[in-house]
């Protein structure tokens, strides 16, 4: 499987990276936190680890860890409005459940 | 869900002030100690005392008004008053009586014999300790910085060998605090005199491995480090703690004593050492002793110290060995320590490395510099770009939480010093106690990963479970020692602990629980999911219990309880013995179901209890 992001996602990030001048892509990862169990890390990424999958979509890079590919794999990401809020949405297959807050899920 | 924003790579790291700060870098040596600063410039300098020397010899005297001399006064009223001038306090920091009977037996003063661990050496002025000793010489070189730049010095980079074990570095920031100081970091030798180099800073992002050949007055230190992406890391050490710029004066003086036909030992002593100073720049020198007069030529004295040079040459192929490197694989040799600017010792270790040590910043300032370097970049004087990363968390560290899984709270790789706390609650009602288990690895689960330290939280207030606020800090000082502390926030209960977490691990065994961790990750995973059902499942029986145990008898007939206890059973095998998460899952579903008809007629009954003898006006009023 693979990581993807929709239309909308992928120039969100472009304009971001583009912004920032500099970064070879974005990173996805996974950490243990909050009360659901896991939580989602979303950040410009400027190197590539040697054991980093790299994914390609609408010619953007997304690099993400051996540990955290096995909770990711097959995500979609999103970029939404909600209200007066905007922001990158997860799409998991592997995800269960979430908790209240939405800052944790469990697999 | 929430929505997230994009972060920057490491964004969590620690944020450094920002306004020009006063910071020096302090070598804290066993013979000699040095302070340097970095100017306005960029450039690092030692500062001179007022007589213009940058070197100020760790030597401090007693005196029986309970003063004071510290430095070259007190180094030269050292014959006259031994008893009360100690020297070569650094030996002596963080060791116990136990520690140093071997070496007691060669140092001339008078121990106190107590049940203390700490040693006490008597003098005029009183009871003194190695900590405080230092302490004393650490003031000296803050005065002087503080003179020089004018303004109190925001914080301090203190240097300290490679090899100090946790207690000798404890002991260490105990001088600094005792001198007012406040340490920003320790700094390992080796490592200062690489960075005095600059070589942190080469462009490339391939790893170095860095040799520092240390040859001070009395000790000989060999350290292997390596270089990687601004991170360096100790792979070896070794070095001989009786072999110094000594014993080559020492081969001098003999050789004098011999030729003179003399018994006039300290004399020469002190003319031996101007003798080796002299033929670091000359061929050939002239050498008297009263009325005798000879002539040393480099060659000769070469040859008188080969066997002292060889020695540290064995023991820089006894590090290479310890750190699995062969000399080829060594990319820069750092030489540090005055007696490395003797010419044989240069050449040989040239030879032996196959490649020209570094030589070009003074051997004596190098650490001094490399360290006031460090201190500027802490203090916050540099743009962040250049922002130096000298030490990280190796393994992950984390807590043990319900059903033997871990929750990572700092992630490996964390530049340090970092703090971080979590929150967590309480599992059952009317939980009073939590034990704290603090781990250490990159696996899902408790057994896979390595148990530093375990404490307990008590007198948590009774409520209900999920209601008490439990806020578990982890704090990893720059020095990488870990405390962590649990807090009930509602009560303010506190209870911590102190571990370092590196201890006792090397670098193969902390790759190997990497490598695992990646290896593994699937299997991981099923055992979190697993785990985390079991959890689920545990949550359901126990609510089941609780409810039939305070209302079964009224609300249930014999058949029904039967029904649910036959459907416990069931959840309760399956939780036990499978291992597939999905079974527990569904198992949990079938449980609730049968339970579907109990839970319904309870809260019922609730809504039925919570409105008996209470008129509808009643709750209009609470409404109002």
């Known amino acids: 499987m693979a990581i993807t992001f929709t239309d909308a996602a992928a120039e969100r990030v472009s304009a971001f990276l583009a912004d920032r001048g500099k970064g070879v892509g974005l990173r996805l990862a996974t950490k243990t936190y909050g009360c659901s169990g896991m939580a989602y890390v979303v950040e410009f990424a400027d190197e590539v680890e040697e054991t980093d999958t790299v994914f390609e979509d609408h010619g953007l890079k997304i690099i993400i860890d051996p540990k955290s590919l096995v909770y990711l794999d097959g995500t979609e990401m999103d970029y939404t409005k909600e209200g007066l809020n905007e922001g990158f949405k997860f799409n998991n297959p592997n995800e269960s459940g979430e908790c209240g807050c939405g800052e944790s899920f469990t697999v | ?624």
């Open chain 2, 1 to 624: 869900m929430a929505l997230f924003q994009i972060s920057e790579p490491g964004e969590t790291a620690p944020t450094e002030p920002q306004e020009k700060q006063l910071a020096a870098g302090i070598d804290l040596g066993t013979t000699n100690s040095l302070v340097a600063t970095v100017d306005n410039e960029g450039v690092a300098e030692t500062l001179p005392d007022e007589q213009g020397e940058s070197l100020l010899p760790s030597v401090v005297r007693y005196l029986e008004n309970g003063q004071t001399e510290v430095g070259t006064a007190a180094k030269n009223s050292q014959l006259n008053d031994i008893d009360n001038t100690i020297s070569s306090a650094k030996r002596l920091l963080g060791r116990g009586i136990g520690d140093i009977k071997t070496l007691a037996g060669s140092l001339p003063y008078k121990f106190s014999d107590s049940d203390s661990s700490v040693l006490h050496i008597q003098t005029v002025g009183g009871e003194v300790t190695a900590i405080e000793v230092s302490a004393e010489i650490l003031k000296t070189l803050k005065n002087r910085a503080e003179d020089a730049l004018d303004g109190p010095l925001k914080g301090v980079v203190i240097t300290v060998p490679a090899y100090f074990d946790d207690a000798q570095r404890q002991a260490t920031k105990d001088a600094a605090r005792l001198a007012d100081l406040n340490v920003f970091r320790l700094l390992n030798e080796p490592t200062a005199a690489a960075v005095a180099y600059g070589l942190d800073q080469k462009d490339t992002l391939e790893e170095r491995i860095i040799a520092v050949y240390d040859l001070g007055g009395g000790t000989f230190d060999i350290s292997i480090l390596k270089l990687n992406k601004g991170v360096f890391e100790v792979m070896a050490t070794g070095g001989d703690s009786a072999l110094g710029g000594d014993d080559f004066d020492h081969a001098i003086a003999t050789w004098i004593l011999q030729e003179s036909g003399s018994d006039l030992t300290h004399h020469a002593m002190s003319e031996a050492r101007r003798v080796k100073e002299a033929l670091t720049n000359d061929d050939q020198v002239s050498v008297n002793l009263e009325n005798w007069q000879g002539t040393l030529s480099l060659a000769q004295f070469n040859e008188m110290v080969a066997s002292l040079v060889k020695k540290t040459l064995l023991a820089c192929r006894r590090a290479l060995r310890d750190a699995d490197l062969s000399k080829e694989q060594v990319h820069d040799v750092v030489m540090v320590g005055g007696s490395t600017r003797m010419p044989i010792i240069r050449e040989k270790v040239g030879e032996f490395f196959d490649k020209p040590p570094l030589v070009d910043i003074d051997p004596d300032k190098v650490v001094a510099i490399g360290a006031a370097l460090q201190a500027d970049v802490l203090a916050g004087n540099k743009p962040d770009e250049e922002m130096l990363l000298l030490d990280v968390i190796p393994l992950s560290l984390g807590l043990e939480t319900y059903g033997g899984l871990v929750e990572k709270v700092i992630a490996r790789n964390t530049t340090i010093p970092i703090t971080r706390a979590q929150e967590f609650t309480t599992f059952k009602d009317n939980q009073t106690a939590m034990t704290v288990h603090v781990l250490q690895g990159e696996r899902e689960t408790v057994e896979e990963n390595r148990s530093l330290a375990k404490f307990a939280l008590k007198a948590i207030p009774p409520m209900v479970a999920g209601a008490a606020r439990i806020k578990v800090t982890f704090q990893v000082d720059a020095d990488g020692l870990l405390n962590v502390e649990a807090e009930e926030e509602t009560t303010g209960v506190k209870s911590n602990v102190d571990v370092k977490p590196s201890y006792g691990l090397r670098d193969t065994e902390i790759e190997g629980m990497i490598r695992d961790s990646m290896d593994n990750a699937q299997a991981d995973m099923e055992a979190r999911r697993l785990r985390e059902q079991r959890v689920e499942a545990d949550r359901t029986l126990e609510a089941l219990d609780s409810a039939m145990k305070s209302d079964s008898d009224k609300m249930l007939n014999n058949d029904e309880i039967k029904l649910l206890l036959e459907a416990r059973t069931e959840l309760k095998n399956i939780k036990d013995n499978s291992e597939d998460s999905a079974e527990v899952k569904a198992a949990i579903k079938h449980m609730e179901k049968v339970a579907e008809f109990y839970v319904a007629r309870r809260m019922n009954d609730n809504v039925k209890t919570a409105m008996q003898g209470q008129s509808v006006s009643d709750f209009a009023d609470t409404d109002n």
